[in-house]
């Protein structure tokens, strides 16, 4: 039993070190380092539960009994401490996301937000927090499967997520799930902030889209924008105003996000509705991905990945498809306003192609761009409910608040015009 309890200790503590130190290096390990650290970063509070459990289990079966078991010991309250250090690192985040919004937006920006009159009065229930995959909302209607494009069955669908008093004239926000292109469904991500919004006052719509390696890029791009094309036609049916539009999704989702605000009504997307207006007001990419190229040369690996799987040619062949298929080649002025988000640890996505994007953004962009490096966020932070997902999502409330009325201001200035 001292062994056993040994062991268990070993595994308990790889999970709060891999925490702290992800593996970032191409391999088998990434994947697996990356869900491990996930999982513990954003809920440390039900990882000390688990191993106090053990931790009682195993001395009351006599783990103590000799030395590995009072080295397991040691071991785990190492482990508890490292835990538990996680919750003030978490809090962290709350400043650096404000202080984002304040340097792109301005001190002042928080008077804005509240003239607007959208902002929820106080936190989410801390229940949230010990029940972090109850992700639902009584203050939120939903309607499901609605069909957006003819063909590729469930994969042109949406769901259209309101407030359940109804609305009249409400923003709108386009999620992207992510996935690497190959999987996901949009009721796996982003719920947090869509259910923040929509019981807030605004219309969200979360889209499947057509996934690799059947499809090929651009027709993920093109499914976005089709399904930009309904929000055009009917969004007003759900209380939502078609003439404001912003767009967010995390991973391949921040990818297809960023591309389909910085390609606003290019017919090589649009086949056969290139009359559509496809522009959108605010984009909010979650750790995406922003560059097919590799041209930082960080992880050739996912190049290789991008041949066989997404855009199913060499980039050697044809590098200009790889460009065009990159945000970062894709900056313009005109594009909307940007919020990056991204995390320090994430293992999947190297932070440093989210620096780059953001420094070629905001040397082109005439509009706000803010950025936050969200302290010790894995990949896929804010799925479910944490301390950290919390922030982000007030955050982030607050950013499409600001931007939204920032609009309002504009179209009254055009017409008193």
């Not at 190492?78 to 962290?92: D, N, T």
């Not at 947090?192 to 057509?210: H, K």
């Not at 404001?244 to 090589?268: E, I, K, Q, R, W």
Request: with cysteine; proline share 6%; hydrophobic share 45%.
């Amino acid at each position: 039993m001292p062994w056993a309890f040994l062991v268990v200790t070993l595994v308990g503590a790889w999970f709060t070190f891999n925490a702290y130190l992800p593996h970032r290096r191409q391999g088998g390990l990434r994947v697996p380092s990356f869900f491990a650290g996930w999982l513990t970063s954003e809920l440390p509070g039900h990882h000390f539960a688990w191993q106090l459990a053990a931790t009682g289990f195993f001395v009351w079966a006599g783990a103590l009994a000799a030395w590995p078991g009072w080295l397991g010991l040691g071991i785990t309250l190492a482990s508890w401490l490292g835990l538990l250090a996680m919750v003030p690192l978490a809090q962290r985040s709350e400043s650096t996301l404000e202080t984002s919004l304040a340097s792109a937006l301005g001190p002042g920006y928080r008077e804005r937000v509240a003239a607007g009159g959208r902002r929820r009065a106080g936190q989410p229930p801390r229940g949230r927090l010990v029940a972090p995959l109850w992700l639902r909302d009584r203050a939120v209607r939903i309607a499901r499967d609605i069909r957006y494009a003819p063909g590729a069955g469930r994969r042109h669908l949406l769901d259209v997520y309101g407030p359940h008093a109804g609305a009249r004239g409400a923003p709108v926000l386009l999620q992207i799930h992510g996935g690497a292109w190959v999987i996901g469904n949009k009721r796996q991500q982003a719920l947090p902030l869509m259910l923040d919004l929509a019981a807030r006052g605004w219309i969200c719509v979360a889209i499947n889209y057509r996934l690799s390696p059947k499809a090929t890029f651009p027709e993920h791009l093109v499914d976005v924008k089709l399904a930009l094309r309904w929000i055009r036609e009917h969004v007003a049916e759900h209380g939502g105003d078609p003439d404001f539009l912003a767009v967010t999704g995390g991973s391949a989702g921040g990818h297809l996000a960023a591309l389909s605000a910085l390609t606003p009504n290019d017919p090589a997307y649009q086949p056969g509705f290139e009359s559509i207006d496809t522009r959108v007001q605010a984009c909010v990419p979650f750790y995406g991905v922003y560059d097919f190229t590799d041209r930082l040369d960080i992880d050739p690996g996912f190049v290789r990945f991008l041949e066989r799987v997404v855009m199913k040619r060499r980039i050697a062949e044809d590098p200009e498809a790889f460009e065009r298929a990159s945000p970062i080649c894709r900056v313009r002025s005109d594009a909307p306003s940007f919020f990056v988000v991204h995390g320090t640890h994430d293992s999947l996505v190297p932070v440093a192609t989210a620096r780059h994007f953001v420094d070629l953004l905001r040397k082109a962009s005439r509009r706000r761009v803010a950025y936050a490096e969200v302290p010790y966020a894995q990949h896929a932070f804010e799925v479910f409910h944490s301390l950290r997902t919390r922030h982000a999502v007030d955050a982030v409330g607050r950013f499409l608040d600001f931007v939204y009325e920032e609009w309002r201001e504009e179209r009254q200035a055009r017409a008193r015009a």
